[in-house]
């Protein structure tokens, strides 16, 4: 989609304005709790006694109303975390010896061993929600009700988290958890131009997904021809097998595989011809196990037909005939496809005016005869919004007559402003309560599926509960799930992150500011130096510069998700040289100080040279539409601070 023609503890500091040394300024723990955290937030966890001893061996308690993949993925989690043997038994068939094991059970809220287990544990009794109670001490008991066969997976989801490390072995904590999802759509669309994701990147995408309750996913590549340029040819037989897999891979994970067509760049729009071939692209599809279909018609023109047949239909081009062209469509899709096919989801389409709140005649038309049924998906005030606020999602619904489905492009980076960049921000500035006004929000991520986790992490979040978000919470979660946990690859991935902070949009002024952390610490760098206390200066700033350089290291030694490290591959490259630099810069102030001209020198042309280095970096290999640019990092505040160190170097050496 195109223009028309922290952590906690870090953003306590940045907010206060005091800079704590590495590694406390990128601690992932939650302050002031004893509980693990849980992404995305629950709407309720309440801590409720003695966590539960993961025995040698388990039991979970399930029936055929157990949702397979929620059951699956329990059984994984169980033998990850100390349970050698799980043993799977209805509610009639316990053994003897349940009471001195781990008893796991699975199932409907309403299940009658549920909900006895459950307690006075809330039902959310709303769609995807779960109820989830932790019985420690002897009891050694856990409850899993799921309102549906999503709420069954969620609830496990969260129960994953719950894990605590004890001696040798585990616990889960004793909490009880009533959660369900704010949003009824919550994911991502692959709606970006250039370079499509790969299909092993996408049937990762779905495991992704479903570990963060993401429930939505938009198959909508600008650059797949099948999708556009050429949707009424049909895909190639090993590109429908797959499509296929990646059907089967979300349906595993509890999301819902959304394939997307859009015609609208040659469509006859009265040609019941074009509309027989769209409807079979559609069945191609459903019969691979697809149950939701979009037809974006965004990015074409609507002051002109693609043939004549449409003016004589709908009257001569322009907005009040193309809303009635694209309206007399999907009704018809709607109307005689999806409600005459068992278990699809209401039709989505994008309009051709999508990121405004002017009211046209256009969307006038559109409010007045679109099926009330179909999903209209919004951008925001803007193709890339600085903010989405109540008031303007409120007055969208109002233009649209229905409560719009938000198409949020970030941390897409396939326009000219992102050039060089990777966009690794937290999501932020969409306001609590857009829940009211929102059927839900889809994120549009970069041509780099990994790195674009540590955005969607925070936008599955929001979306799930958005009272309750705080990005700055959020963030250092995102980069805990990349890094599994490993305390030091979460702070390089902070230190990195920070780096890579700066979102932009259309015009000159970025919607998130770039290096936010070391910018701060910069300041109080100048400000330490100008009231003549240079050492303080050097001490408080060398252990940053080093956590700078030493990152990329940390980030590709295995703990990090490996596809992350290949996504940021040029700019960690980049990011080494640029660190380097800056350390050496240092310790070129440093040797000035102490009066070793020479030594300082030659750390001053050190610097200079790994400087050099990191500005000739390229993005390698390009999978952006802006090709193989210079790789930014930190840019407007890591080169703008070892410009000022040059320059007092050089009046060091006037002055001298």
Known sequence: MRRPTTCLVLAATLCAGTLLPIPAAHSASAPNSSLPSVSPTPQSLNGIGAAATVTSRALVVADDQTDPAARDRLLRELKAHGADRVDIVTPDTIPAAAPGLLTVRLGPTARPDIAQALGDTVRPGKAEGYALRVSGGRQRQIALGGEDAAGQFYAVQTLRQLFVPSGDGWKVAGVQVSDFPSMPLRGTIEGFYGAPWTHAERLDQMDFYGDVKANTYIYAPKDDPYHRDKWRDPYPADKLAELGELVARANANHVRFTFALSPGVSICYSDQADRTVLKQKLQALYDLGARAFSLPLDDISYTRWNCAADESAYGAAGRTAAAKAQVDLLNDVQRSFIATREGTQPLQMVPTEYGDLTDTTYKQTMRASLDPAIEVMWTGIETVPPEITNAQAAKAAELFGRK???????????????????????????????????????????????????????????????????ARKSWPRAMAYLAGGDKAAIEALLVFGDLQHVAPTFGGTPWQPQAPELAARTAAFWQAWDDGRHADAITAMRPYATAIATAPATIRAGSVQQGF??????????????????????????????GDEAKSGALLAESRDLQQQARAIRVSPPRNRWGAAQVKVGDGVLDVFLTEADARLRQWEVAG
């Open 404 to 470: 719009v489905f938000v198409w949020d492009n970030y941390p897409v980076n396939d326009y000219g402003e992102t050039s060089g960049r990777l966009l690794l921000a937290p999501y932020d500035k969409r306001e609590s309560g857009l829940s009211a006004h929102l059927s839900g929000i889809v994120a549009n991520p970069m041509n780099q599926p990994y790195a674009s986790k540590v955005a969607v992490f925070g936008a599955a979040d929001f979306t799930w509960n958005d009272q309750q978000y705080d």
């Open 565 to 594: 490290a290949v996504d940021a591959a040029s700019w960690l490259d980049a990011t080494e040289l640029w660190g380097r630099a800056m350390v050496s810069m240092i310790g070129a102030l440093d040797a000035r100080l102490a």
